[in-house]
């Protein structure tokens, strides 16, 4: 997995939480030319693009071309698989494995029917998801210490992974002894 800046690792999270993984506003935090600096590394490293802005959906604009268009910034499928995060369209299957045709009055993915998702194995994410579905769940530490991931990554996975994209319902409860534990709900 590419090792990231906790900045970057905070980008990422952050965009994975709103509609259409917009990457803006950055933390405030990050001003200026520094802005400019850790953009411009995660735009070389494929994980963010730049894409025009919709200014009548009120989209938030990084910089402008020029020509009265902004553009806005945007998490790339490369830049959620490197918090842990299995892209939307990604497909596990593997590449010679035959295309199955939908029946003629089943619903298709442009349909009525979402497509269901599902995490890969082996993945951070995966491991995750194992611990949150022990009978005792798991605490932001241990977790933590399983996947090397921060705090704010691990609960940005909860909202945006597990709840949002994988229609999980994660739990916590204050246990003696352990602090707060997070749990899967069957």
């Given at each position: 997995m590419t090792k990231l800046s906790d900045t970057q690792a905070l980008i990422l999270s952050a965009a994975t939480q709103r509609p259409e993984n917009i990457a803006l506003p950055l933390p405030e935090s990050l001003r200026g030319g520094v802005a400019a600096k850790v953009v411009g590394a995660m735009l070389a490293k494929g994980f963010l693009e730049e894409v025009d802005a919709d200014m009548r959906k009120g989209e938030?604009?990084?910089?402008?071309?020029?020509?009265?268009?902004?553009?806005?910034?945007?998490?790339?499928?490369?830049?959620l698989a490197a918090i842990g995060i299995e892209p939307e369209d990604a497909n596990p299957a593997p590449a010679d494995a035959p295309i199955k045709e939908p029946a003629p009055d089943s619903p298709t993915e442009t349909g009525d029917v979402p497509k269901t998702r599902t995490s890969r194995e082996g993945t951070k994410q995966a491991k995750l998801i194992e611990m949150l579905r022990r009978p005792d769940g798991a605490t932001i530490e241990e977790i933590a210490a399983a996947t090397q991931w921060q705090p704010h990554t691990i609960r940005g996975a909860f909202a945006g992974a597990l709840k949002k994209k994988l229609s999980l319902e994660v739990t916590s409860e204050k246990v003696d002894g352990r602090g707060r534990c997070y749990r899967i709900v069957a």
């Amino acid at each position: 997995m590419t090792k990231l800046s906790d900045t970057q690792a905070l980008i990422l999270s952050a965009a994975t939480q709103r509609p259409e993984n917009i990457a803006l506003p950055l933390p405030e935090s990050l001003r200026g030319g520094v802005a400019a600096k850790v953009v411009g590394a995660m735009l070389a490293k494929g994980f963010l693009e730049e894409v025009d802005a919709d200014m009548r959906k009120g989209e938030p604009v990084w910089r402008e071309t020029g020509d009265g268009h902004g553009v806005t910034l945007v998490a790339t499928d490369a830049g959620l698989a490197a918090i842990g995060i299995e892209p939307e369209d990604a497909n596990p299957a593997p590449a010679d494995a035959p295309i199955k045709e939908p029946a003629p009055d089943s619903p298709t993915e442009t349909g009525d029917v979402p497509k269901t998702r599902t995490s890969r194995e082996g993945t951070k994410q995966a491991k995750l998801i194992e611990m949150l579905r022990r009978p005792d769940g798991a605490t932001i530490e241990e977790i933590a210490a399983a996947t090397q991931w921060q705090p704010h990554t691990i609960r940005g996975a909860f909202a945006g992974a597990l709840k949002k994209k994988l229609s999980l319902e994660v739990t916590s409860e204050k246990v003696d002894g352990r602090g707060r534990c997070y749990r899967i709900v069957a």
